[in-house]
T-cell receptor, first 116, second 113 residues
Framework: GAVVSQHPSWVICKSGTSVKIECRSL??????MFWYRQFPKQSLMLMAT?????????EQGVEKDKFLINHASLTLSTLTVTSAHPEDSSFYIC????????????FGPGTRLTVL | GNSVTQMEGPVTLSEEAFLTINCTYT??????LFWYVQYPGEGLQLLLK?????DKGSNKGFEATYRKETTSFHLEKGSVQVSDSAVYFC????????????FGTGTRLTIIP
């Protein structure tokens, strides 16, 4: 199947700083990528849908000014957590839709963010 | 809106036992249904799917049948192995095929030798 990578796999930062997470589709072009957040022992919560060349679509309750999403190319989407606080600590997962595989979503391995 | 209710875990079974993980859903129209598996330290992988009523998805010995009358998509395997230990997520997407996924809470499965 198609491969999606995320970088970094884990990051620790101080409160008030910003953190950027990258999501790349390695062997296909993805016009649509998704960003999820996973709390311990809970399911994946969709944060936003990232569309190449246009603004992201955020789910209700997700602050667009805090979670900045940029999808500048067909293989890269970035999520920037601005002015991070301890409550932003979580596991962030991206997925990319492959138009050549019946629009199946392929998931990255996730990024563990810890804000001190 | 769409929702998925999944059997809570954790589930612990002995090797070669029969597995059932229950999943029911609420959705309008005719959603597609999925089971994803997340092995330790890895991303989610699609395990199987079904796109219409009475379809049976199968892969790696796992099966699930799309039951519209009971709005269910229970995951089954006749004889589990230690390597099946993982977290399993039931999910659905809207009938257009391009809609976002809605996930259940996940079920952690541990198989002991």
């Amino acid at each position: 199947g198609a491969v999606v990578s995320q970088h970094p796999s884990w990051v620790i930062c101080k409160s008030g700083t910003s953190v950027k997470i990258e999501c790349r589709s390695l062997d296909f072009q993805a016009t649509t990528m998704f960003w999820y957040r996973q709390f311990p022992k809970q399911s994946l919560m969709l944060m936003a849908t990232s569309n190449e060349g246009s603004k992201a679509t955020y789910e209700q309750g997700v602050e667009k000014d805090k979670f900045l999403i940029n999808h500048a190319s067909l293989t890269l989407s970035t999520l920037t957590v601005t002015s991070a606080h301890p409550e932003d600590s979580s596991f962030y997962i991206c997925s990319a839709r492959d138009p050549n595989s019946y629009n199946e979503q392929f998931f990255g391995p996730g990024t563990r963010l810890t804000v001190l | 809106g769409n929702s998925v209710t999944q059997m809570e875990g954790p589930v612990t079974l002995s090797e070669e036992a029969f597995l059932t993980i229950n999943c029911t859903y609420t959705a309008t129209g005719y959603p597609s249904l999925f089971w994803y598996v997340q092995y330790p330290g890895e991303g989610l992988q699609l395990l199987l799917k079904a796109t219409k009523a009475d379809d049976k998805g199968s892969n790696k010995g796992f099966e699930a049948t799309y039951r519209k009358e009971t709005t269910s998509f229970h995951l089954e395997k006749g004889s589990v192995q230690v390597s099946d230990s993982a977290v399993y997520f039931c999910a659905l997407s809207g009938s257009s095929g391009n809609e976002k996924l809605t996930f259940g809470t996940g079920t952690r499965l541990t198989i002991i030798p």
